[in-house]
Every structure is written in structure tokens, then in C-alpha cells.
């Protein structure tokens, strides 16, 4: 009988993923797990999401040790996912692990020698790298998550170059076909597990979006809006259950949880990514509902169809609830008062325009929309863009990042390009010859109470044109 020892996985990892509900005779454990534990490079092409590295990281794991470091870049987003991945798997061993959130805590650790297993972003990692922090040469195994869904591949180039030639890399991917240049170029020999096949009928099911750790809540909030007779919670493992159990034993106390074998239900909520062959079996006992992390949409459309989406009543109060916010904060500043001297300058655009239209253009300036300024750039010869690590979801704003460049680090405004924001990044153009020395600036500066990382976006300089913050 096949037993995690043979492997070559370490006692306390094995009992974890014992716990875990995995077992050796798992087809993706068979086959991962003693790859990694070999030190082998491995692709695995899989649904997205951390629980399916499992096998993988459980085998690196095992091998962690003598001074060498084991590296997981993945999405920001993916973070807290992995942190607890990695912890559920390294209970009653000595294995340290850390979840690089940021640098300050993840140089300190790193210099002192006391973290074996480090869990960070692409920008964090780089980051450490380039204040020699993090050498590339104390890596012994590197896993790389879901590459197609970053949103900055190319930085991923420096880090490889400077690993290893006997590192071990590991990447995991729901595409192979956007990552055989990476492969063929940094984990040649690699062995290819595939688990993500495209299923030649795609199954029909309703999705919701949910971010990584808004899955829990987006359960109990599929519960009280779809009211269903008998529901059943699919996961791959068992990792998330005592949440599960906790969060909807007062509105469902009835629901399965379900990892293995058939299953039927009038709700079918798939708390984890199914394979397309899984999502078929599924959707044959009951009405499948997919949630759906960003950076997964496209992985869904391979395997669903139709997709009937689910618009959540708590997604749709929490926007209420922030606009509610938004107009209070105005009432209060009117209430106030001491507006006249806004009034003086604002009053001849109220001559020329509706002064509702004049309201929303300040407001759409205020939540800062990309598109939402209008103060020229005059023409340089080149511009460069500068990556900020915070965006729309850390609640930043054009005018946050004009402030720092011309408050803190002396920019001419006139020099500041088109600012642009993404969901957790900030691009903002500027003049090439004068980037290096802003991005080194911005780099470690706090923007709304969180400190930022920064640098030149390489490969992006262009021809200098009139731009907009």
C-alpha cells in the first residue's frame, strides 16, 4: 500500500495532508508530489487557485532546508490563500514560513535567517531583490502561480535569470500554451502534469464574482438569496470546511460538504475551481454555482457554458453603502462651511456651466476616475511609466500620488504624465531621464497609510505626446 513516505515527504507533512483529506492514491498527488520532493522542475496545469499546488508544495516542502529558501510568488490578492496553504502544511515541523506583505518585515526575517518558506508578489519579491534583501542565489526552490494572470509577466525575467542553474522551479498555470516560452527557457526537463483540460462539451453553470477572501461570505449570501431545498458545498480538500461550518451553520444546517464522489443537491456552490470533467459530474446531480476570484474569468469560460451570472445582494448594498458614504462626507463639508473661497473659483465655470455638470466633474475628480483630469503635460522627448504597487482597491487617487511627487519628493507638476489606475497598481508616466530617481523616491514612500513599492516599468518608454494626470 502507497504511503505519503513514499514520496519522500516528511512525517509532519504527511499527517497534514492526511488531515487535509488528500491521499496518496490521488492521481495529482502521485504524480507531484515526488517530483517536487526530488527537486525536479514541474508544470502543472490546473484550475486557478492555491489548493491545487498543494501536492507540489507539500513535496518542496520536504526538502526545505541547509540555508536554501523556498520562494512563492503569486498575485497579491492570492496572499492570505497561500499563507494558509503553507501553514496548514508545515504544522508540527520546524519550517518557518512568511507571507511578504510588505518589505520592512520580510528584510528584517530574511537577513536574521529566520524564514524557510517565503509567500510574496512579484513587485515585493523584486523589490527585496533589488535592496539585496533577497538573493536569488539562496533560493532552492521557486514556485510560480498562475503567470498568464499577472499583470506584470515580464518582471518575472529578471528573477529567473538570477536563479539558480540547479534551482527548482515549479510552475502552475490553467493555460500551457502562455507559459511554454518560460518553461522552455527557465524549466526545461520539466514534467508536466496535467490536470485543466479543456473538456470537449463545456457544462452549464451560474457564477458570482468573488475576490479570494470574499468567498466566505459570498456563500451565505448565495444561501439567503437563493433559499435552496438541499445544497451541497464542493471543495477540493478540506482546508476551508471548519470556516465553512462556521459561517453558514446558522442559515443551512443542513448543507453537505462534499470533496470526493457524486454529488447531488438543488445548489451545487463549487467553493473551489472545478476541473471541466468535475464541473460535468457536478453539474449531473443539481444547478452548479461557480464562484469566480479575479483573474479567473477566462479559465471559467473554457470549462462553463452557458454562464448565467449572479449579481449578490451584499455586493450591490456595499456599493450603496459607499456611495451613502460619499454623499454624507459632502453634506458634512457644506454644513460645515467655509467654502468661499471655493465658491470664488469655482463661479465662472458655474457662468459658463451647469453647475451640476460642474458637481460631477469635481466628484469624478475627487473618486479619481483615470481619465478625470485636465491639467496639460508639456511635450518631453521621452516618457517612461512608473509601477506604483497600490490602485483602486487601497483607495487611491490621482491626487495622492500628485502630492507625494510634488509635495514629498519636489516633482514639477508640469513634468507628471497620465496617471493611470489599475485595481491594486498605479502607472504614472514620466519623463524618462528624470524616472529612475522618482521611482527610487516613491519606492517604501506611504500613500494612505500603507507603504508602497515602485520602479520603472522597463520596456515601456515611449515617444513623448501631451498627456493627462
Known amino acids: 500500500m502507497t504511503t505519503f513516505e513514499d514520496f519522500h515527504l516528511l512525517a509532519s507533512v504527511g499527517t497534514a495532508l492526511d488531515h487535509l483529506g488528500w491521499g496518496p492514491d490521488d492521481a495529482a498527488m502521485r504524480d507531484a508530489a515526488p517530483t517536487a520532493a526530488r527537486g525536479h522542475n514541474l508544470v502543472a496545469v490546473t484550475p486557478p487557485g492555491p489548493v491545487y499546488a498543494t501536492p507540489a508544495v507539500a513535496g518542496a516542502l520536504s526538502r526545505v532546508g541547509a540555508g536554501k529558501l ?23 515541523s520546524t519550517i518557518r514560513s512568511h507571507v511578504a506583505a510588505g518589505t520592512a518585515r520580510a528584510m528584517r526575517l530574511i537577513r536574521a535567517g529566520e524564514v524557510d518558506v ?43 535569470q538570477d536563479l539558480p542553474k540547479e534551482a527548482q522551479r515549479i510552475i502552475y498555470t490553467a493555460n500551457r500554451n502562455r507559459v511554454n516560452a518560460l ?30 477572501e470574499g468567498r466566505l461570505r459570498a456563500v451565505t449570501d448565495l444561501i ?20 465553512i ?16 464522489g457524486p454529488v447531488t443537491a438543488q445548489t451545487i456552490i463549487a467553493f473551489d475551481l472545478p476541473t471541466g470533467e468535475r464541473l460535468r459530474e457536478l453539474a449531473q446531480g443539481g444547478e452548479v454555482v461557480l464562484l469566480v476570484p479575479p483573474g479567473a474569468e477566462g479559465y471559467v469560460a473554457s470549462i462553463a457554458d452557458p454562464r448565467r451570472p449572479i449579481q449578490l445582494p451584499g455586493a450591490v448594498d456595499a456599493a450603496l453603502a459607499a456611495e451613502a458614504a460619499q454623499r454624507s462626507r459632502i453634506g458634512q463639508a457644506i454644513a460645515a ?5 471655493s465658491v470664488a473659483t469655482l463661479a465662472p465655470l458655474f ?32 516618457i517612461s511609466r512608473i509601477y506604483v504597487g497600490a490602485g483602486k482597491k487601497d483607495g487611491v487617487t490621482p491626487n495622492d500620488l500628485v502630492a507625494v511627487l510634488t509635495k514629498e519628493l519636489k516633482v514639477n507638476r508640469e513634468k507628471i504624465g ?5 485595481d491594486s497598481f498605479s502607472l504614472i508616466e514620466i519623463p524618462t531621464a528624470e524616472a529612475d530617481q522618482v521611482a527610487r523616491g516613491l519606492n517604501g514612500a506611504t500613500i494612505r497609510r500603507r507603504r508602497v513599492t515602485a520602479r520603472v516599468d522597463r520596456g515601456r518608454t515611449k515617444p513623448g505626446r501631451n498627456s493627462r494626470v
Open 70 to 92: 523556498m520562494l512563492l510568488l503569486c498575485p497579491p490578492a492570492q496572499l492570505d490563500e497561500w499563507g494558509q496553504l503553507v501553514h496548514g502544511l508545515v504544522v508540527g
Open 118 to 160: 517565503l509567500i510574496s508578489s512579484l513587485s515585493i519579491a523584486s523589490t527585496l531583490v533589488v535592496r539585496s534583501a533577497l538573493s536569488m542565489d539562496t533560493v532552492g526552490s521557486l514556485l510560480v502561480a498562475w503567470p498568464e494572470s499577472w499583470t506584470d509577466e515580464e518582471g518575472l525575467i529578471p528573477l529567473m
Open 183 to 212: 518553461t522552455e527557457r527557465y524549466a526545461r526537463k520539466a514534467l508536466t502534469v496535467q490536470m485543466a483540460s479543456v473538456p470537449t462539451a463545456p457544462s452549464p453553470a451560474r457564477t458570482v464574482s468573488a475576490a479570494w
Open 224 to 243: 439567503e438569496l437563493l433559499d435552496p431545498v438541499s445544497l451541497a458545498i464542493w471543495t477540493l480538500d478540506r482546508s476551508h470546511h471548519r470556516a
Open 245 to 260: 461550518v462556521e459561517r453558514i451553520s446558522l442559515r443551512e444546517p443542513a448543507a453537505q460538504l462534499v470533496t470526493r
Open 337 to 341: 462651511g467655509g467654502l468661499e473661497h
Open 351 to 382: 457662468e459658463r456651466h451647469d453647475p451640476v455638470s460642474v458637481a460631477a466633474a469635481l466628484f469624478k475628480l475627487w473618486t479619481g476616475s483615470p481619465e478625470s483630469s485636465a491639467t496639460p503635460v508639456r511635450q518631453e522627448s521621452t
Open 418 to 422: 497620465r496617471i493611470e489606475l489599475r
